[in-house]
């Protein structure tokens, strides 16, 4: 099956930005911010999904259930996701994890007395950051962000604390799939081939970033593949490969990368594709 872009999803959201990023037009005169772009797969129920987040304001502190929490309430799957920072305002940061270990009880009485966020580890944050965020993870993404974001495959958020936007809370379901404790990175970016460095290695997925040049048959196997430019250019089964799109491979697909390509790459699943080039 050859190479597949992608169609896009523009998600409005209150916290979001007019002027976006390279490769996608900005939010016209008098039209709402958004805040998230999905990238959306033709195949039914992907395991994954891919978006551009744009931030003005601050996110909700939020959480995602696990696989066993999700499916309990009748969604596929919870909720592993990992960011890469695309571009970063001077006092940017993130919230994730706590400062202490904190009780689920104190944690309740936190979100509603508005002390959450002063008790969250906030993390100054720059260009070429990335973030792996296992379910059950307390976190927040402040403002003057762009970012990619690769996530298992639900729509599925649980808002604890909202800065007193009138939007929905859940508290009560937030808080029993809450892991309330200090954030401990669980995948440290490795080289594992010249030019290709390793984010994330499963268990829900494997994230690589690849900066280099070339051409030949890339070979996923029984995986599905993301491929996700984001500087750079060149050719995908003969058709343009660009900043500002996402192409899902299926089995293998031909690519050249050109000079000064800059692509992350995505696949459900543990254990890394061996050969990139076949």
């Known amino acids: 099956m050859p190479a597949t872009r992608l169609t896009t999803k523009r998600v409005e959201k209150p916290w979001g930005r007019r002027d976006l990023w390279p490769g996608f037009d900005d939010v016209p005169p008098g039209g ?96 070429g950051d990335v973030f792996y965020s296992p379910a059950g993870t307390v976190h927040a993404i402040g403002p003057g962000l762009t970012l990619v974001e690769v996530q298992q495959n639900v729509d599925l958020t649980y808002r604890l604390y909202d800065y007193g936007r009138p939007r929905e809370l859940h508290l009560d379901k937030g808080i029993a799939a809450s892991d309330p404790v200090p954030y401990v990175a669980p995948h440290i970016p490795r080289e594992i081939a010249p030019g290709r460095c390793l984010y994330a290695d499963g268990p829900k997925f494997v994230l690589e970033r690849w900066r280099l040049s070339g051409e030949g048959r890339f070979q996923c196997g029984d995986r599905p593949a993301w491929l996700v430019p984001l500087g750079g250019g060149g050719s995908i089964d003969g058709e343009r490969f660009e900043p500002g799109g996402v192409w899902l491979v299926e089995g293998e697909a031909e690519l050249a990368l050109g000079v000064g390509s800059d692509v992350l790459v995505a696949y459900p699943g543990a254990g890394i594709i061996a050969e990139i080039w076949g």
């Open 32 to 127: 709402e911010p958004v805040g998230e772009i999905w990238f959306q797969a033709p195949t039914p129920d992907p395991e994954l999904l891919v978006k551009y987040l744009f931030t003005s304001e601050k996110l909700s502190i939020q959480v995602h259930p696990g696989d066993e929490a999700a499916r309990a309430k009748g969604y596929p799957r919870g909720k592993d996701e990992a960011w890469v920072v695309l571009a970063a305002e001077p006092d940017a940061s993130i919230a994730i994890g706590t400062l202490e270990v904190m009780t689920r009880e104190e944690l309740r009485a936190a979100t509603l007395d508005g002390t959450i966020e002063d008790r969250m580890r906030w993390r100054s944050v720059k260009t």
